[in-house]
């Protein structure tokens, strides 16, 4: 545990366990600028936002979100208790993270935050709140842009929302290690706080790009059950995190997903001539499948699709 909070960081090389193998290791962190992720303004005209949510889901799986509504002094506030949490000394931190192997993911959850404190526990769930919102809202500008009946994601099946902060300290050599390793999400959609420092990156067209932070915008990713959902439609598409040598990372992700006892299956609307890509199955079954195979996505998919 001390490895994963302690700030070890500051005067040592990398050891030898964050190292990633060879042929998973970023190398180059120098990604096309030439290429980026769409933004999209939610205030403007509702058909011009429908055909922009849907153009980006199925060309990069990915879309930043500017004037959302989620006000900025609570994305600011919300930002500043995670970073305020990750420079607590180790000891105090220790008892609310949860992993022991640096390579698996140590993440600080929202049961755990409410500890801190409560004005922390207030700003984190009015931002949830807010982002809920949001979520709903993109939702159903999805329903629209895919032709299905209005509230399809309501009630049970939007009814899950996850946070999960991470922290990304500065690292000695970013080209040997990453934050994150290459992952699709396992939801329905997710909205990311990406903050004000670089290191996502997502894989278009047999390449990595790099996704902009912009101030004041929320970063939003299809999640591989709405690519289910959608029939294939919409693409869940990998993404990874590098780190940088100045200075510390600190992101927030809502996960917005269906309830534990969903059935998961392509919309009855979006099957052409009748046909479906995906089998239905349980969340549950899904999720079973996804734990272990997460770092390939082909994989997970496959499980899922009719004809292999
Ligand atoms: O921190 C980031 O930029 C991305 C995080 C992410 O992809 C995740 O938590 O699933
Ligand atoms: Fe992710």
Redesign the pocket.
């Known amino acids: 545990m001390e490895k994963l909070v302690s700030s070890w960081y500051k005067n040592k090389s990398l050891p030898e366990s964050y190292k990633f193998p060879p042929e998973t290791r970023p190398g180059n962190l120098f990604v096309p600028t030439s290429k980026t992720i769409p933004v999209i303004d939610l205030v403007q005209n509702r058909a011009d936002i429908v055909r922009q949510i849907l153009k980006s889901s199925e060309e990069y799986g990915f879309f930043q979100v500017v004037n959302h509504g989620v006000p900025e002094d609570v994305m600011n506030g919300s930002m500043d208790v995670f970073k305020e949490f990750f420079e607590m000394p180790a000891e105090d931190k220790a008892p609310m993270l949860h992993s022991e192997d640096p390579r698996n993911r140590c993440r600080l959850s929202t049961v755990c935050l409410g500890k801190v404190q409560n004005l922390c526990r207030e700003v984190v769930a009015t931002f949830s709140i807010e982002v809920k919102k949001l979520g709903s809202r993109i939702l159903e500008l999805v329903v629209e842009g895919l032709g299905l009946e209005s509230g399809y994601f309501e009630d049970k099946l939007s009814e899950s929302m996850m946070l ?1 902060v ?1 922290h990304y300290p500065p690292c000695p050599d970013p080209s040997l290690t990453l934050g ?1 390793s290459k ?1 699709c ?1 396992p939801d329905l959609i ?1 909205i ?1 706080h ?1 903050g004000d420092v670089y ?2 990156q997502v894989f278009n067209n047999g390449e990595w790009i790099g996704v902009e932070p912009l101030p004041s915008a929320l970063v939003v990713n299809i999640g591989n059950l709405l690519q289910i959902i959608s029939n294939d439609k919409l693409k869940s598409v990998e ?1 990874r ?1 590098v780190t940088n040598s100045r200075v510390a990372r600190t ?1 927030a ?1 809502f996960f917005i997903s269906p309830s534990d006892d969903s059935i998961i299956e392509p919309a009855k609307p979006l099957m052409i001539s009748g046909a479906s890509v995906y089998r239905a199955c349980e969340l549950k079954e899904f999720m079973l499948h996804y734990l272990p195979n997460l770092e390939n996505n082909e994989v997970v998919m496959k499980h899922f699709k009719l004809q292999a």
């Open positions: 999960s991470n994150l992952h999400d997710t990311l990406q290191g996502l993404h995190v992101t992700a």
